[in-house]
């Protein structure tokens, strides 16, 4: 089955420090790959997605590139700020067509960002 | 164009009690699924629903049932609720097109007493 294992938490981290999140996955087929973001308090919003292989996904400062070979899709961003505190959830898609919107996620990494 | 709303955004129930939520789509957007989200953890997915059939059901016991309506809205339905069932329940809308995107709602804090 398909599984997602993200680095635990918690990262704490100075404002402008340079930011990685791991994330391994396991799947059939080809996924597509996300990372969703939760603030304190909310639902989960949608950071930055790849479908391929070698794709960069990249939103708000933040990047993460398909790597079928090392099937990761770490997360990176080269200067965090105070207001990017929030739990990162990477996750994988294996649907198709109009059925098996199945996403699986990882546990959740929650990063706190100290001015 | 507003997104996507669920109500109500707190609920507090007691043990061997029936909770009703619900979920308003993306206009334009036929697909809904549902999530389990327990403090600490990842989403868990609980069912898929396009078109008001259901497509995919996750490893949830048959007290968890859905439905979608023809406006494309969604009810999530737990009877004989657990203390287990406390947790946040999201709603995902999903456009058409084969298009693999989910768009959150704020979800529903469930606390079971």
């Known amino acids: 089955g398909n599984s997602v294992t993200q680095m635990e938490g918690p990262v704490t981290l100075s404002e402008e420090a340079f930011l990685t999140i791991n994330c391994t996955y396991t799947a059939t087929g080809y996924p597509s790959l996300f990372w969703y973001v939760q603030y304190p308090g909310e639902g989960l919003q949608l950071l930055l997605k790849a479908t391929k292989a070698d794709d960069k996904g990249s939103n708000k400062g933040f990047e993460a590139t398909y790597r079928k070979e090392t099937t990761s899709f770490h997360l990176e961003k080269g200067s965090v700020q105070v207001s990017d505190s929030a739990v990162y959830f990477c996750?994988?898609?294996?649907?198709?067509?109009?059925?098996?919107?199945?996403?699986?996620f990882g546990k959740g990494t929650l990063l706190t960002v100290n001015p | 164009d507003a997104g996507v709303t669920q109500s109500p955004t707190h609920l507090i129930k007691t043990r061997g009690q029936h909770v009703t939520l619900r979920c308003s789509p993306i206009s334009g957007h036929k697909s809904v699924s549902w999530y389990q989200q327990v403090l600490g953890q990842g989403p868990q997915f609980i069912f898929q629903?396009?078109?008001?059939?259901?497509?995919g059901r996750g490893n949830f016991p048959d007290r968890f049932s859905a439905r979608q309506f023809p406006n494309y809205s969604s009810e999530l339905n737990v009877n004989a609720l657990l203390l287990g069932d406390s947790a946040l329940y999201l709603c995902a809308s999903i456009g058409g097109g084969g298009t693999d995107t989910q768009y959150f709602g704020p979800g529903t804090r469930l606390t079971v007493l």
């Open positions: 996750a994988l898609w294996t649907g198709s067509g109009g059925s098996n919107y199945k996403l699986t």
């Open positions: 629903y396009y078109e008001k059939e259901e497509r």
